[in-house]
């Protein structure tokens, strides 16, 4: 009876670890901040020093640098995103990807069928060779109408079966499955459970990538049917919740309830895009940080737009650069992630 009782002081430490192991991956899959932190990001230009370009502007390295790419397949493209990745690494950040549907046939129930599977297997080996993880923004603001994969049109009227909110969480799904990879058997005994078909591939990798659900906090058009809730595909296939806010619609009030609902309030929270749109207003910019800080909001993603998009430049507002570059020196913002310090 001694030596049992030894035993069991013996395996039960050893069971506490096995379960802490077994739950780390779902917490580590995040890509989190330091505790107590939030990551600085920045989103505008695709060039090699784009990196460089926005940390002049903003006066902080972004620890996070966001690129929205078109889920194609081709060679020319894959190479392409393939040097977005390197030259973002080498500038010492991480990389965020918003996938779309733009310049594609693609719709929510073809890419549920397997028709998207040859860009997702694809990715899910170019982000494979990543030494940094890699956050997937996919098919963002999907209630709003003006979104290829949308299920309303800006009237609210439907966009047919192919493009419902049921055919968006089960392509939601199935990108998840696929993009996190690991064994191919497995993906697919999964994919099954869910009534889809398998994807054809020999192998798949295993990135450190996490998904991001970011929709609009209210829908556009802001009708019943369009709320944010409709689109939940499920907990286990959402890593990070988000949502974006620009000084063109200041209402913290709706970003506030959409962060407290409780189907997603456990998960860590991005402002995926935020910025100044049209005219001054360093007060915004005060607005968001302090809203951010008070809802321990993770990720800051300052949108400044692409050349040709001058209303969200940061050059073209200094009164509001010079509100975020203040901010941006905060301590509880981090300007790197933890394997460039």
């Excluded at 709706?254 to 995926?272: G, Q």
Aim: proline fraction near 7%.
């Amino acid at each position: 009876m001694a030596s049992l009782m030894g035993m069991r002081r013996l395996l039960l430490p050893l069971v506490a670890l096995l379960a802490l192991a077994a739950a780390a991956p779902a917490d580590a899959a995040r890509y989190m901040p330091p505790g107590g932190k939030a990551f600085h990001c920045g989103i505008g230009g695709y060039k090699p020093g784009s990196v460089g370009a926005f940390t002049k502007q903003a006066g902080s390295h972004p620890a996070v640098y966001q690129y929205f790419v078109s889920w194609r397949a081709r060679s020319s493209d894959l190479h392409w995103m393939e040097g977005l990745l390197r030259n973002t690494e080498q500038a010492r950040s991480r990389t965020m990807l918003h996938v779309s549907t733009s310049d594609t046939a693609l719709n929510p129930r073809k890419i549920a069928r397997g028709r998207g599977d040859r860009f997702l297997v694809a990715l899910n080996r170019l982000l494979g060779s990543q030494t940094s993880p890699t956050y997937i923004r996919l098919m963002s603001e999907m209630n709003n109408g003006g979104n290829p994969y949308a299920a309303y049109d800006l009237a609210g009227r439907s966009r047919g079966r192919a493009y419902s909110t049921g055919a968006f969480k089960r392509a939601w799904r199935r990108t998840t499955l696929i993009l996190r990879g690991g064994s191919v058997a497995r993906v697919n005994r999964r994919l099954r459970r869910l009534r889809m078909p398998p994807v054809r591939a020999e192998s798949l990798e295993r990135p450190r990538v996490a998904m991001l659900w970011v929709p609009l906090t209210f829908g556009n058009p802001e009708i019943a049917r369009n709320h944010p809730v409709h689109w939940w595909p499920g907990s286990r296939y959402v890593d990070w919740v988000g949502s974006t806010w620009y000084s063109k619609h200041p209402n913290a009030a709706a970003f506030s309830r959409f962060y407290a609902n409780p189907r997603w309030r456990r998960k860590p929270f991005a402002l995926s895009e935020y910025g100044v749109w049209g005219r001054e207003d360093p007060g915004f910019v005060h607005k968001v940080h302090r809203w951010a800080r008070s809802h321990r909001v993770k990720l800051l993603c300052y949108y400044q737009g692409a050349l040709f998009k001058p209303e969200f430049r940061l050059s073209t507002h200094p009164r509001s650069r010079g509100a975020l570059r203040g901010l941006l020196k905060a301590s509880w913002l981090t300007p790197f992630a933890p394997e460039f310090r």
